[in-house]
């Protein structure tokens, strides 16, 4: 059985945090678990590099950012993709008040921690946000986390960032 962790973070992560989030993620890897992330620019990048193909990439529009991922609204249906929406606008505050393309990136989040069918949630979320609460885009995936019960682990904080230190990086 797969076992899945979501990684992502925002993209002003500290290039220190960066060299973590990929060693972690090829730690990871050799221990079996995949990546679930969304392509942006800083933390989730980080993290594919140290993930390679043992990755699942979820994009709010087929080839955004140059990706091949399979995983965008096309194949992953008007249905599927219309339960994200409805999860991603019950976890965001103003969410009517965003843009289509800024919709589809919170839309994407969801995924990233559900799943492809919205029904296997990642064991853990492993992230870096500025302030170390649920902040900013990723936000967005902390608060859906937490609704499911999925622990997460904020870089920015010592606590966790030791843990990852001593028990993931090879």
């Known amino acids: 059985m797969l076992r899945f962790y979501s990684g992502i973070g ?4 500290p290039p220190e945090i960066l060299s973590l989030m990929t060693r972690a993620a090829f730690a990871l890897t050799k221990r079996g678990y995949v990546l679930r992330t969304g392509h942006a620019i800083g933390a989730d990048s980080a993290f594919e590099r140290g993930a390679g193909r043992d990755a699942q990439i979820f994009l709010p529009v087929p080839g955004w950012r140059g ?35 800024v919709q589809a990136l919170h839309t994407r989040n969801v995924f990233q921690v559900l ?18 609460e649920a902040s900013g885009g990723t936000g ?31």
């Open 10 to 13: 925002a993209r002003a992560t």
């Open 67 to 101: 990706s091949a991922s399979e995983f965008h609204p096309d194949t992953l249906g008007a249905e599927l993709w219309g339960r994200a929406r409805t999860i991603a606008a019950a976890h965001h505050p103003a969410f009517a008040g965003l843009s289509a393309f």
């Open 115 to 132: 799943g492809a069918c919205l029904d296997s949630p990642a064991e853990f979320v492993l992230c870096w946000t500025a302030d170390g």
């Open 140 to 170: 967005q995936a902390l608060r859906i986390a937490a609704s499911h019960g999925v622990a997460v682990f904020n870089l920015q904080r010592p606590r966790a960032r030791g843990h990852v230190e001593r028990h993931l990086v090879l």
